[in-house]
């Protein structure tokens, strides 16, 4: 990456840096507002190899906060959208595209360096877990998500940190595994699911702290740029209250793998 | 809590409420456990918690967290015992109650 399109971004990491970021292949479950965030910053920073899952459509009511999508692409699959978008934006970066749920991407999707979540299905946070945790490699993930008032990103790498279900109890991982049976047989549940209030000015900073994160972990300068590894980071506009805080791993945790994984190690 | 200690007295910020809260906890009361029984005292004082966490998490089913602040903040999974934590849990130490984000 020589060209002067990059200079402000070398100069920051160095070249050797930028060349640990260009090299390097993330994936961004979720094509969303997080997930456009997510992936415009990654572009412009400099990583060139991007895959994005999601297989949701552009509606109107996503304008309000996605940056890649326009009224006339309303209708369209969000990673068909958001690829010409981000190909517009950093012209050598290459996108693969899958317009599915995580669960039924191809296996070559996880063979990414970190897998930036950008959801707002625990389904698909539990199955990105399980992924991760019976991979051959230790793959950290970036998870972001937004409260009312708050953004929060986590910085895992399951079976080695807390998973991604750590904190989660066997009542709450059973009603999400309900919620994902209802969501695929039942319509009416589908149509009447409340809305929950969401606006571009939060959902840039959740997007602004999970790319922070996902560059951290490419950028390979653990002095300078220590990653949030076993961490949660949350900035709440209310009192602009940004906190850290640890997550620990559960040694009865939910998903069987982690488990064993610590039996293990212990 | 030290090993000889059966039980300890610890502090629960609970937004929802507005208050802090002294609970009691045993040696191999869980988090889940405490969770539970803040629920309940919240609920006899006409304070609905998972109410607050849905509109505060946006999602009919919501997943909440108890913070440790003595150890720099730390999220404690559901099933630790206060008897098992490290460091050992202090009378009065401070914990609060939270719910996790999930849209993205």
Not at chain 1, 236 to 243: F, I, Q
Not at chain 2, 86 to 95: G, H, I, K, N, S
Request: aromatic share 6%; net charge positive; charged share 30%.
């Amino acid at each position: 990456m020589s060209d002067e399109r990059h200079d402000r971004t070398r100069r920051f990491f160095g070249a050797r840096g930028l060349a640990r970021i260009g090299r390097a292949r993330v994936l961004v479950i979720g094509a969303g507002a997080i997930g456009n965030e997510v992936a415009k910053n990654l572009a412009l920073v400099g990583v060139r190899r991007l895959t994005l899952v999601d297989p949701d459509t552009v509606e109107l009511s996503n304008l309000n906060r996605c940056i890649f999508f326009r009224e006339s692409d309303v209708g369209r699959k969000k990673v068909h959208v958001a690829r010409r978008a981000l190909r517009t934006a950093a012209p050598s970066v290459e996108v693969a595209v899958h317009a599915r749920p995580i669960q039924d991407a191809p296996d070559e999707v996880w063979e990414a360096d970190v897998v930036a979540l950008c959801v707002d299905s625990e389904f698909a946070r539990y199955y990105t877990n399980a992924r991760l945790l019976g991979g051959r490699r230790r793959v950290p993930v970036v998870n972001g998500a937004m409260g009312r008032t708050w953004a929060e990103v986590s910085v895992l790498v399951p079976g080695q940190t807390a998973c991604l279900v750590c904190l989660w109890s066997d009542d709450y991982l059973r009603g999400v595994l309900g919620e994902q049976v209802r969501l695929k047989c039942d319509q009416f549940f589908q149509e009447t699911r409340v809305k929950f209030p969401a606006i571009s000015l939060l959902t840039s900073v959740a997007g602004a702290l999970a790319s922070i994160e996902v560059v951290k972990l490419l950028a390979g300068m653990p002095d300078e740029l220590p990653p949030a590894l076993g961490q949660g980071i949350r900035y709440d506009v209310r009192r602009h209250e940004c906190s850290v805080h640890s997550v620990l791993p559960n040694p009865q945790c939910v998903d069987a793998v982690c488990r064993k994984r610590r039996e293990v190690s212990v | 809590m030290a090993e000889e200690q059966k039980f300890a007295e610890v502090l629960i910020d609970v937004e929802p409420a507005n208050k802090t809260f002294r609970v009691r906890v045993e040696q191999e009361t869980t988090v889940a456990d405490l969770v539970k029984a803040i629920m309940e005292r919240c609920e006899a004082d006409g304070v609905n918690v998972e109410r607050w966490a849905r509109d505060r998490v946006g999602r009919e089913h919501v997943s909440l967290v108890l913070m440790r602040k003595a150890v720099g903040n730390a999220a404690l999974p559901p099933t630790t015992e206060f008897g098992r934590m490290t460091p050992v849990v202090e009378p009065e130490e401070r914990f609060s109650l939270d719910a996790t984000a999930i849209v993205g």
